[in-house]
C-alpha cells in the first residue's frame, strides 16, 4: 500500500441514497482475485447501456468525473454484502476518499483497509458540497482528520487511530506487525519459553 498523502481534488457527486455494494461492483465480477481492471467495471450496470456503451449521462461518463480522486456518495453507502472488490473497484477507478452522511460498517471496514479513507460529514456539510458548482475541489488532511469544502469551511471528521496510523504509514494489518518487529524480539528476549521438564 501506498501512504495516503494529503490532497485537493474535484469531487464527484452520486445523489443516491442506499447505494449498495452489487450497485458498487456486480456480483458477475467478483470471480477475479485481482484489483486490475476492476475500474472499468465500477457501478458497471449504471454506467454501460446493454451493449456495453457508455451511458453518456451517468457522471463517471462525463469529463468532470476523469481524474477525479473523490466521490461525494448519498446516505448509507456501500450497504449490502461485504465484497472487498467494492473499495477495489473505486481506487483502481482513481478515488482515495469517499464523503457520505453514513457508510455501512463492513464497507467502511473494507475501505480503510484498501487506502480508501471514506469520510462521514454531518448533513449540512453534505447539502452544501453537492450544491457547489461542477468543477468545485476539496482538500483532504488524514494526519488532521480535516476536509476543507469549497467555500474553505474546515470540517473534522472521524477516523479511529489505528487506520489512520496504517493509511498514513502504506501499511496494511501486517506490515504494522512487522513494524513492532523489534519490539516483539526484546520481549521474546526477555521472556524465553519455559522448558518443559518432560521433554
Given at each position: ?45 449504471w454506467r454501460y447501456d446493454p451493449q456495453g456503451h457508455p451511458k453518456p449521462d ?142
Amino acid at each position: 500500500m501506498k501512504p495516503f498523502t494529503n490532497f485537493e481534488s474535484r469531487v464527484v457527486p452520486l445523489p443516491i441514497n442506499n447505494v449498495d455494494t452489487d450497485q458498487i461492483i456486480p456480483a458477475r465480477f467478483l470471480k477475479t482475485t485481482s484489483k486490475d481492471g476492476l475500474g472499468d467495471q465500477l457501478f458497471n450496470d449504471w454506467r454501460y447501456d446493454p451493449q456495453g456503451h457508455p451511458k453518456p449521462d451517468f457522471i463517471l461518463n462525463q469529463p468532470r468525473a476523469k481524474g477525479a480522486q473523490v466521490l461525494l456518495a448519498g446516505d448509507n453507502f456501500g450497504c449490502g454484502s461485504s465484497r472487498e472488490h467494492a473499495p477495489w473497484a473505486l481506487t483502481q477507478f482513481g478515488f482515495r476518499a469517499v464523503i457520505s452522511t453514513s457508510f455501512a460498517d463492513i464497507f467502511k471496514q473494507n475501505s480503510l483497509k484498501n487506502s480508501l479513507l471514506p469520510i462521514v460529514v454531518p448533513p449540512d456539510v453534505h447539502a452544501e458540497l453537492f450544491a457547489a458548482p461542477a468543477g468545485a475541489t476539496v482538500k483532504i488532511d488524514l494526519p488532521n482528520q480535516t476536509l476543507t469544502t469549497p467555500t474553505g469551511r474546515v470540517v473534522e471528521f472521524p477516523v479511529d487511530e489505528f487506520s489512520k496510523h496504517c493509511l498514513v504509514k502504506g501499511v496494511d494489518e501486517l506490515g504494522y506487525i512487522l513494524e513492532q518487529s523489534p519490539e516483539i524480539a526484546a520481549y521474546e528476549a526477555a521472556h524465553p519459553a519455559p522448558i518443559n521438564a518432560l521433554a
